[in-house]
């Protein structure tokens, strides 16, 4: 099951075949979501992401249009040759330097919503278990396979906590 948008839970045909007790638990988890308007922090990442791409774009726009102008005037100068090696140059290290930005950018950005979301996943577990389903909670984790991230990056790049550790939260509660 998951939560989108700001009103809508999708429950997928393998949590439909579970238990009832466990069903709800599921529910309580992604209301959770919605409670917490974890879904309303997504929309502004990537309209966020958007405005950001943008700009780049722009910029990287202008870094073309700006070699493409200083090309067309090395043409009518005695240097034309010295300034089209250097406008080459300074606008490969342009975009270079602007593609290291982007990358940079993305690669902070998504762990930081990677640490986030799997914040939130305690707060949703929190929510499930304050409306009575703990236990419950706990027997739906329990029955997930042990899909472990394997390696730092792969910890980062994980959107929900090890589920051993969301049990134990949920049995310390």
């Keep these: 099951a998951f939560a989108t948008g700001r009103k ?6 393998g949590m439909m075949g579970r238990p009832d007790d ?3 638990a599921a529910l309580g988890h ?3 979501h919605l409670a917490h308007k974890d879904t309303d922090r997504i929309l502004v990442v990537a309209i966020g992401n958007t405005i950001i791409s943008i700009i780049f774009m722009i910029i990287q726009i202008s870094i073309i249009i700006a070699s493409i102008v200083t090309a067309i005037f090395s043409i ?6 010295l300034i089209s090696i250097m406008n080459a140059l300074v606008t490969f290290l342009s975009l270079i330097v602007l593609k290291g930005f982007m990358k940079l950018w993305t690669a902070l950005g998504v762990a930081l919503c990677m640490k986030t979301s799997r914040s939130n996943e305690y707060q949703a577990d929190k929510f499930s278990f304050s409306l009575g389903y703990g236990s419950q909670l706990c027997r739906l984790l329990d029955s997930f396979g042990d ?3 394997q390696g730092l990056f ?3 790049a994980s959107r929900h906590p090890e589920r051993s550790l969301r049990i134990k939260m949920l049995v310390a509660l």
Excluded at 8 to 13: E, L, S, V
Excluded at 76 to 81: E, I, N, R, T, V
């Design 8 to 13: 809508t839970i999708c429950i997928t045909r």
């Design 147 to 149: 899909e472990k991230p």
């Design 22 to 24: 466990e069903i709800k």
């Design 154 to 156: 792969a910890s980062l």
């Design 76 to 81: 009518f100068s005695k240097h034309g040759f």
């Design 30 to 32: 992604e209301f959770g």
